[in-house]
């Protein structure tokens, strides 16, 4: 049974920090690459960032660059969105996914950052 449950969301002056976590299903986790999603309100849902199965690689949205770190932890199947220099503009549901992303969403986080 997939399972991918998001945490971490709330309210945040704008410049604040907020730490995000997806605690995933271990069948889908271990062996994927994983992605986290967000979606704005009346916008398209955009990827930010993915990391490697192993947790080597990652890589970012333009607009997370320099500002988002995603990782990861194998052991208990979880995955992490460290994210700083919050903008107004990164107000949004964030989610996590596979990537390419399953048909299955979680619930997502709402962030929302406040000018």
């Known amino acids: 049974q997939v399972q991918l449950v998001e945490s971490g969301g709330g309210l945040v002056q704008s410049g604040g920090s907020l730490r995000l976590s997806c605690a995933a299903s271990?069948?889908?986790?271990?062996?994927?690459?994983m992605g986290w999603y967000r979606q704005a309100p009346g916008k398209q849902r955009e990827l930010v960032a993915t990391i490697s199965s192993g947790g080597t690689t990652t890589s970012y949205a333009g607009s997370a660059k320099g500002r988002f770190t995603v990782s990861r932890d194998n052991a208990k199947n979880t995955m992490y969105l460290q994210m700083s220099s919050l903008k107004p503009e990164d107000t949004a549901v964030y989610y996590c996914n596979t990537f390419p992303s399953l048909d299955y969403w979680g619930k997502g986080t709402l962030v929302t950052v406040s000018s």
């Open positions: 271990g069948t889908i986790f271990s062996v994927n690459l």
